[in-house]
């Protein structure tokens, strides 16, 4: 089955810096890539997704870049922002299946 | 409007008791889920409901019962609770085709 790893696991950087999040997936056959934000407390909300017939995708202070061939994918947050701060989870899955989780990386963003 | 709404939000309870938690969505999703957060926060699928018949029941204890009366409701029922059944349980909803949208959590802790 589908394994997901995610680097690091915790991640300080300050406001208005760049933060990287990076994750591997196992399953080649796995085509879409979301990521989430959770607030302390609240519920994981989606925040970007990438489908395999694209390599990145932009919104905003947000990107996500895509790599089929090394199975790896990441996250890019740029001028980081102290509401920021959040744990960000990666995920994997072949469309239809369920969402196979990465660890999360907390990101503290200093002001 | 919520989009996916679980009850109750926190549920304090013995070892032994048998508990039960609702979940609703008004998104018009087909499918919908079942995850576990444990207290280092790994999101772990447990069942997964595709027009209320059951499509994943991941390597869970069978304690654990959901019940999917129509496509719009998916519930948990847990018979004999351990101390090692307290985390975050959360419902989610898709088309099946996307991202998840999660309900806001029950926070289950059994004493």
């Known amino acids: 089955g589908e394994n997901v790893e995610q680097h690091p696991s915790t991640l300080s950087v300050q406001e208005g810096d760049s933060a990287v999040i990076k994750c591997t997936y196992s399953?080649?056959?796995?085509?879409?890539f979301p990521w989430y934000k959770q607030e302390l407390g609240k519920r994981p909300q989606l925040i970007i997704d990438i489908r395999s017939n694209v390599g990145e995708k932009k919104d905003q202070r947000i990107a996500v870049t895509l790599n089929k061939t090394a199975k790896h994918f990441s996250l890019h947050i740029t001028e980081t922002q102290p509401e920021d701060s959040a744990v960000y989870f990666c995920a994997a899955s072949i469309i239809t299946d369920k969402l196979i989780f990465g660890t999360g990386t907390r990101l503290q963003v200093f002001p | 409007d919520t989009a996916v709404s679980q009850t109750p939000k926190y549920l304090v309870t013995q070892m032994g008791n048998d508990k039960s938690i609702k979940c609703e969505q008004n998104?018009?999703?087909?499918?919908m889920y079942w995850y576990k957060q444990d207290s280092k926060k790994f999101l772990k699928i447990m069942f997964s409901?595709?027009?209320?018949?059951?499509?994943i029941n991941e390597t869970v204890p069978n304690r654990f019962s959901p019940k999917s009366p129509d496509k719009a409701h998916l519930n948990l029922h847990i018979n004999s609770l351990e101390l090692g059944d307290s985390a975050v349980y959360f419902c989610?909803?898709?088309?099946?085709?996307?991202?998840?949208?999660f309900g806001s959590g029950t926070r289950l802790t059994v004493v």
């Open positions: 989610a909803s898709s088309t099946g085709t996307g991202g998840y949208t």
């Open positions: 998104l018009g999703h087909d499918t």
């Open positions: 399953d080649s056959a796995s085509n879409y």
């Open positions: 409901y595709n027009n209320k018949e059951l499509i």
